[in-house]
């Protein structure tokens, strides 16, 4: 351990520690020690100090243990000339530093001085997926301050397949604006999510990213949370809700969440621009999570390994990086930091001439920055992917047939259609629909370009950014061909692509595409779980959540949504040895709740014996483990005799007395709780919905944004109940947030589940 590193650190934390004591003492005087401290939408109060000491911070006074015990940890600065080993003293005081910059933000929550104000600012993303006409009020601005639980959530399974391979928590500011951009491009297009705090000299990457005009918000992976160095604290706390979430940790097991944090979650430091002690102080707090820091100015390296997988501190001066443009020496920075922290990260180069990766899948491009759209309100744009016999297609063709959008007005629209033709050894005709369905992400994922909805409802944008870079429609088929032998080259082997822009060529095709949504849609109501003899295993989560699986048939889809019984085949079908595995069902020992002798037998040896027996179609008996990213919990109301179903974008308040972030807690940790379970939203539509409880007429209230959102399907499952007017007698947090209203609100609207068997 460098003595110089220790000295900063430990002044650092002596500081740090000292000033979060005497604002307590300040803001207990001013609001009463009982004033209320917490974090928005988080079940894990301020989730370190909860983590690690296992304290529920819920008032000002709960603050005052926490410091004592963040003193306890502090040690002397170390003298002149003494040596000795510092590593131990230096971590210690890192974790003090961790405390109080939490006790800080708590404080300041409750003040009302968090999250910071940033007139002008505003952040890209909420949880919503609609048009992007509408703002969010909230998120306009101030910046971000903490990840809550819902979006934490929302990014579990990009966390675990791999999609976001880690973090990057930056403190301070890059040498120049440029240099800025070029770091968090470099980040966004190895797909590491980016968490922005801190200063120098009252200047951050904040302010730099913000003059260039780079989108910030969860959508872009870019997410700024305060312009001080305190606010880096919420990387942390979002490291810490990892382990708690999905790894199942509990609160206190300060070891284990460390251990986990150093095993599983990628995540490193990139301190740019000068350090100062608070800074050192920090970095010793992320080094106990065995998270390494990387300065770009010269400080002195800790290269030894252990507490981290590899070297603790690196040093990579901006001015001394061997490249001759600020991108390259960005390219260079990140890739050292990925090769510190043991980050895995795959990319696939994309012959087109703007950035490319996941974390531009959730750009907006508003109508003001918009070249061009296709689809909408004003045109229409289609795609379909279909398999042709090997001698069809000629792969790697790629045409434009009709005019491009040179003509077309700025800010116009034109009418477009992309048909892909794919080719393979392994292909099958019902893999047509899941390889359709990824045309939406490759797209999404050059920057500057927006992909919302899908068959004939596809809508593209393309802003004026990205025209002037030289992307035009041919792209799209650059990106689809590299995409598709890149992620799907096990069960494809050839890929034309064919931009229709000619009115004459969008009808025919357009009718084509048509008649296969309609086949695909007849085959896919056709497919039950009784007419096919296999199952699915998901284990992609156990990454995470290691006795966690996902049991997919036909007619049940994962709890994240994202993996159906068809991605399941074709996943398989890619990667045999995935976490896909065909589950021989076997003859049903009970076809009713849905137990089969496969199905248990999968459940047990998956889960190492945590769960011994899975039924498939009831929430009351064994139900389907979570870990903690389904879509919609539901949960029994025994006094209404039915269940309640809140989706995840939901935040306010159920008739069960919690919220989403709180009952998430009971759903999810891999364990069978009856009565409460995490599902996919679609399963709602499934026949086979919790069949043996009783069905959908068992739902007694329900989010109203699913209520919105799935309107024309849950029309179709109300009328297949025989209730048409079904949907309109579920209560949802408009009308009733109490057992109560609930209640009287059932009475009034006359709810088929007060006639029906006591669940209990
Ligand atoms: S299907 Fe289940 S195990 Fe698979 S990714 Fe989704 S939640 Fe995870
Ligand atoms: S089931 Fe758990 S580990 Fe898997 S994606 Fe969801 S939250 Fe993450």
């Known amino acids: 351990m460098s003595r110089y590193i220790a000295t900063r ?17 300040k803001a207990m005087a001013e609001k009463g020690p009982k004033a209320h401290v917490a974090f928005p939408n988080t079940a894990y109060y301020l989730p370190v100090i909860y983590g690690m000491l296992g304290i529920q911070v819920t008032k000002l006074e709960d603050l005052v243990p ?17 040596w000795t080993p510092y590593l131990g003293e230096t971590l210690d005081c890192g974790m003090a530093t961790l405390l109080a910059a939490e006790a800080i933000e708590g404080i300041r929550f409750a003040l009302g001085e968090q999250p910071e104000p940033y007139p002008g600012l505003r952040l890209a993303g909420g949880t919503s997926f609609t048009s992007p006409e509408f703002e969010r009020a909230a998120g306009d601005g101030h910046l971000n301050g903490p990840i809550d639980d819902i979006q934490l959530r929302s990014w579990g399974i990009q966390l675990v397949d791999g999609r976001m391979p880690g ?38 990457i904040i302010d730099q990213l913000h003059e260039e005009g780079v989108e910030m918000g969860y959508d872009t992976y870019i997410v700024p949370f305060g312009r001080d160095t305190i606010s880096a604290i ?67 390296q800790i290269l030894p390994t252990g507490v981290t997988r590899y070297e603790h501190v690196i040093s990579m001066p901006w001015n001394e990086i061997d490249a001759p443009t600020d991108e390259e020496k960005a390219a260079k920075l990140v890739q050292r930091a990925i090769e510190v922290r043991g980050v895995k990260v795959k990319i696939t180069e994309i012959p087109i001439p703007v950035p490319y990766g996941s974390a531009f899948e959730g750009e907006v491009v508003r109508r ?30 790629i045409e434009v047939v009709g005019p491009d959008f040179s003509h077309v007005p700025m800010e116009g629209s034109m009418d477009m259609g992309i048909v892909v033709k794919v080719a393979g050894r392994k292909m099958q005709k019902d893999f047509e629909p899941v390889l359709e369905r990824q045309i939406h992400y490759f797209i999404n994922g050059a920057s500057g370009v927006q992909h919302i909805g899908q068959r004939d409802i596809a809508w593209i944008r393309i802003s004026k950014a990205a025209a002037e870079k030289g992307f035009t429609l041919r792209h799209f088929g650059d990106i689809l061909h590299a995409r598709f032998h890149a992620d799907f080259g096990a069960i494809v082997d050839k890929v034309q692509v064919t931009i229709y822009t000619d009115p004459k060529a969008i009808q025919e095709w357009l009718e084509r595409a048509r008649q296969a949504y309609h086949e695909r849609n007849i085959r896919l109501a056709n497919m039950t779980d009784e007419s096919v003899d296999t199952f699915y295993t998901c284990t992609l989560c156990q990454s995470f959540a290691p006795t966690h699986v996902c049991i997919i048939s036909p007619e049940r889809l994962g709890l994240c949504g994202a993996y159906n019984w068809l991605d399941c085949r074709a996943s398989h079908e890619i ?36 769960v011994q027996e899975v039924a498939m179609y009831s929430i009351m008996e064994n139900p389907m483990t979570a870990c903690g990213c389904f879509e919609c919990i539901m ?4 006094e209404a005799n039915g269940f309640m179903v809140v989706s995840r974008e939901d935040p306010s308040m159920t008739p069960a007395g919690m919220t989403f972030s709180t009952l998430a807690g009971m759903a999810g940790g891999g364990l069978q709780t009856p009565g409460v379970m995490g599902i996919g939203k679609y399963y709602l539509t499934s ?34 109940e025989g209730i048409p007017d079904l949907i309109d007698r579920i209560a949802d947090e408009r009308v009733a947030t109490t057992v109560e209203e609930l209640l009287a609100w059932l009475e009034e609207h006359d709810h088929p589940a007060l006639t029906m068997p006591p669940l209990l």
């Open 575 to 610: 990667n045999p040895t995935g976490p896909n595995q065909p589950i021989l069902k076997g003859a049903p020992i009970d076809p009713v709740k849905g137990y089969w002798p496969g199905v248990n037998e999968v459940a047990r040896k998956l889960s190492q014996g945590k």
């Open 687 to 720: 026949k086979k919905f919790i069949s043996a409880d009783g069905g959908f007429k068992r739902i007694v209230w329900m989010s109203s944004i699913l209520k919105e959102t799935m309107a024309e399907e849950l029309k179709a499952v109300a009328e297949r």
């Open 167 to 204: 973090f990057a928590a930056i403190v301070g500011a890059a040498r120049t604006n440029r240099a800025a951009v070029a770091i968090v491009r470099e980040l966004q297009r190895r797909n590491i999510l980016i968490f922005l705090s801190g200063n120098v000299n009252g200047r951050s």
């Open 66 to 82: 926490v410091l004592e015990h963040a003193k306890n940890l502090l040690h002397p600065v170390p003298e002149e000339n003494l």
């Open 368 to 397: 003001k920055d918009m070249r061009v759209e296709f689809g909408g309100k004003n045109s229409r744009a289609f795609e379909y992917l279909y398999m042709a016999d090997w001698d069809e297609v000629e792969d790697g063709k």
């Open 234 to 300: 919420y990387a942390l706390g979002f490291a810490t809700r990892s382990a708690l979430t999905f790894g199942g940790m509990k609160p206190g097991q300060w070891r284990e969440i460390l251990l986990y944090n150093k095993y599983r979650v990628f995540a490193f430091v990139l301190a740019l621009g000068e350090v100062d002690d608070l800074k050192y102080a920090a970095a010793a707090g992320a080094i106990s999570y065995g998270f390494p820091v990387i300065a770009d100015t010269v400080i002195p």
């Open 9 to 25: 650190a430990i002044r650092g934390a002596n500081g740090i520690v000292a000033e979060a004591e005497a604002l307590l003492k």
């Open 635 to 638: 949960m029994i109301i025994p």
